[in-house]
């Protein structure tokens, strides 16, 4: 099984959690990697990185970014939000590594429904995110 969210609906959902903090540009460059579009001022250009999908499971999702010392000095400000915001046992972000681990299973929404799932593949199709689902 294959469930999808579109860039569109992904963006909002952020914009909506941070109280319209972070707002993100997301675009395609192939099957594991998105392009993340990041505007903190208005008076500056976007910072654009590279996300790219290292792993998938039911106990964790392990991203990896690409920035130079600049972009990633402009990242830690999104990460300070996300520090005092998320507990770290659902999020960690490493900066010095450019990793972020999430835990699906610590979240209490995700609990429920990753017994009776599970996660198999995570990817992006030319404007959504697909994760592929096994029932076992």
């Known amino acids: 099984m294959i469930i999808t969210i579109t860039f569109n609906e992904l963006k909002e959902i952020i914009s909506n959690k941070t109280n319209d903090k972070v707002n993100l540009d997301l675009h395609y460059v192939n099957y594991n990697t998105i392009k993340v579009s990041y505007k903190p001022v208005a008076f500056l250009p976007a910072v654009n990185v590279n ?31 996300l520090d005092s915001n998320i507990p770290k046992e659902i999020i960690e972000l490493d900066t010095t590594d ?38 076992p």
């Open 98 to 135: 450019q990793i972020v681990t999430l835990y699906p299973t610590k979240v209490e929404q995700l609990q429920k429904p990753l017994e009776m799932i599970e996660l198999q593949q995570l990817y992006f199709d030319d404007d959504k995110v697909c994760v592929e689902v096994k029932m």
């Open 51 to 81: 996300v790219q999908i290292r792993e998938v499971g039911n106990s964790k999702i392990v991203l990896s970014y690409n920035a130079n010392n600049a972009i990633d000095m402009i990242i830690k400000g999104p990460a300070a939000f």
